[in-house]
């Protein structure tokens, strides 16, 4: 635990500020694959669908096994899936998600896959120091496997994207690329602890809650409705205080912008898809909901879509 490791951290103060009490770890050699794995493995053992009618994989990482191969296509033989399956990496981390969506969507859409198999794994742990009192205890290591299937009518849509390079230097691992070390984005402050991994928290937070609120905005307006319309905004579980501000800038009550990261942290990626399972489990949101689903962050990067909640169990 950390307060046995840290006596000296206040970590009261940190958990007030984060809304994070605890996280959940992969164990050394443990990586994004093996937790990808795992998910998939419980969504198969559950019924939802036989492994062998997926045909396309999906797999959200910024923490990946190799540079190369993709993490997607070592999955997919440790699944035993189909060698007919497609399988594909990308790079999003807090937007992924959604991102995720709209590809899977886009599939279907164009027919080139029918069953798809969204997962998102991150190992964050593995980019910071065990000193990182300011990342360590913020980010959590987590998977999700998402079944996306075609149906009669739309479960998501109205999607709209946003990124902005100039700002890829708050949350950034500048080493492990292909780029030298001279030549790499320079962190926009100095930087406090020895991570691998930098984050500019205040300058993120701005970022957030100026996007985000005209994003949402954006998305009801071009889909011809507005806020009564929405029976929860699910956004990406970055920190108490970072969500707080944002339903304080959307003038939305806590109900209905929920924050539910305590005993898991920012699992990056993983953060909406939990929270959906974990809001469905409480009977939270219900078959009929009309939702916004928004995820923002590194890169900077940002997403959001409409999503009407189909799922009877």
Known sequence: MLAEQFPRWDLQL?????????RHI????????????????????????????IDFILLCTQTPDYPLPTTSCLV??????????????????????????AVADGLIQSRAAKNILLLTAETYSKYIDDDDRSLRTIFGDAAAATLITPGETPSVWGFQFGSDGSGGD??????????????????????????????????????????IPRLVDEILEANGMTDADIDKYLMHQATWKMLDQLRSRMQVSDERLPIDLADIGN???CTLPILIERL?????????????????????????CLWKDHCEG
């Open 170 to 211: 708050m949350l950034i691992v500048g080493d492990g690329g292909a780029r030298a070390e001279q030549d790499a984005i320079k962190p926009r402050h100095r930087k406090r602890w020895n991570s691998r991994l930098y984050m500019d928290g205040p300058s993120l937070i701005n970022f957030t809650v100026e996007a």
């Open 267 to 269: 699992t990056v990626s």
């Open 280 to 304: 469905r489990s409480r009977g939270e949101t219900k078959p009929g909901d009309t939702n916004m689903l928004v995820g923002f962050g590194v890169g900077l990067s940002w997403a959001g």
């Open 14 to 22: 940190i958990a007030e500020k984060t809304g994070i009490n605890q």
């Open 26 to 53: 992969a164990a050394p050699g443990e990586t994004a694959s093996d937790l990808a794995v795992a998910a998939a493995e419980k969504l198969f053992a559950s019924g939802a669908i036989d492994r062998e009618s």
């Open 76 to 101: 997919q033989d440790r699944l035993g899936l189909s060698t007919r399956c497609g399988a594909m990496d990308f790079n999003l981390g807090c937007s992924g998600f959604v991102y995720g969506l």
